[in-house]
């Protein structure tokens, strides 16, 4: 070819080469060149499929094209390493069996779990059923229950009146305090005295402390558990009586395992001492809707028993009444507080209570004429 009609800047004009040849000629990129190019077949797919693709690829067409990468000549594109999946790490148990593996994507998957017991917790007794504190109390006849507090009542004076109620036919007799020290050393010979004497079963009526759970006696009968729905504080609503079941086993041999009350213990009037000790709030009775919700909490869990209690009044006839109409015919209904005279108790056994319990009004001297006015039968 001649170079006379050339001039000296003019471009040398390139060979053409075909479409995967390794010359760089047009439609070709220079090894030295960064600058991506596309050789297009015709096909309309073709501009969207990488150069690394094979022919029978095509890209959904919502999803932009990628990039097309410079190709090297005879040189293959560099993909990214797949990275491994990690393998869970296998942990075995004594006395526990190995987890059943699967395969998928050629790692071990583990496609049955299951839950291992790392420690070693005590059996948890039975108590949920009806016993035979619970039985006598559903089967009694209705009527008043002497509260006595061990921490105030000397231990002689106490035994006395256990003797008279028992042969006036109580149902039960129990032992509460809002206060108490060294429960143990108090109770264990106090408990022990009154059975020696006495038929009744005893009943614990004390708060829960954190870290324990509620105080026990041995030789007692029952332990009423209050969960107090009105606490600021859950753990004298529920956590109180879990902690009791979990520490039962080690604090009091089997044979005197006493039994549990599940109890709604609801408290009405001003009631600082509670409330500071306890984050008790009182039951606004001007809410119907509340009560409500304390009764269907009620029923719905299935409590033994429902404890009204007032500290410096008394709990309103009506509200006895309303619970008593919605409460289920097994759960018993106590009621407390302020009960000083014959009236008192009649008036919550008309309204519907099962039982009226009694403290204060014995703590003086003349006790005894005051307990067999409370207990005479009704005229």
């Known amino acids: 070819m001649s170079s006379a009609g050339l001039s000296p800047t003019s471009p040398t004009p390139r060979r053409r080469t075909a479409v995967g040849g390794r010359r760089h000629g047009a439609g070709c990129p220079a090894p030295w060149s960064s600058t991506p190019t ?21 890209r959904k067409r919502s999803t932009p094209p990628r990039p097309s990468w410079p190709r090297w000549p005879g040189r293959a594109p560099r993909r990214c390493p797949r990275r491994r999946p990690r393998r869970a790490a296998r942990t075995s148990h004594d006395g526990a069996q190995r987890a059943t593996t699967g395969q998928r994507g050629g790692t071990p998957v583990n496609t049955s779990p299951q839950l291992v017991q790392r420690t070693e917790v005590p059996a948890v007794p039975p108590l949920l059923g009806p016993g035979a ?7 009694h006849e209705r009527g008043p229950v002497h509260i006595i507090d061990p921490f105030k009542v000397p231990q002689a004076e106490a035994v006395e009146k256990a003797k008279i109620l028992d042969d006036l036919g109580c149902p039960a007799l129990i ?40 105080p026990l006696a041995r030789g007692a009968d029952a332990v009423i558990l209050p969960a107090l729905l009105g606490s600021r504080d859950d753990y004298y609503v529920w956590k109180s009586y ?13 044979e005197d395992w006493p039994e549990l009350l599940l109890t709604v213990a609801l408290t009405f009037g ?19 809707d509340q009560i409500d919700r304390y009764i269907a909490v009620t029923r719905s869990f299935g409590f033994h028993m429902v404890y009204l209690y007032s500290r410096y009044a008394q709990v309103p006839v009506d509200v006895v009444s309303h619970f008593r109409r919605q409460l289920h015919p097994d759960q018993i209904l106590f009621v407390s507080g302020n009960v000083r005279r ?12 099962d039982y009226v319990g009694f403290a204060g009004a014995l703590e ?7 307990l067999a006015e409370i207990t005479a039968d009704r005229p």
């Open 364 to 370: 003086h001297v003349d006790w005894r004429s005051t």
């Open 342 to 353: 014959r009236e008192h108790v009649t008036a919550y056994l008309e309204a519907g209570a």
């Open 133 to 139: 504190v619970l039985g006598r109390l559903r089967g």
């Open 175 to 214: 032992l509460a305090s809002t206060d108490y020290e060294s429960f143990e050393s108090r109770m264990d010979p106090y408990v022990a005295a009154i059975k020696e004497v006495s038929s009744l079963p005893v009943l614990l009526h004390f708060p829960p402390r954190k870290g324990l759970g509620f």
């Open 242 to 254: 879990l902690e009791t079941l979990i520490n039962l086993p080690g604090r009091i041999d089997r």
């Open 270 to 288: 001003e009631d600082h001492k509670t409330g500071d000790l306890l984050g008790t709030v009182p039951v606004a009775t001007t809410i119907p």
């Open 38 to 58: 596309r050789v297009s077949t015709g096909n309309a797919d073709d501009a969207a499929r990488p150069r690394w693709a094979p022919s029978s690829w095509t």
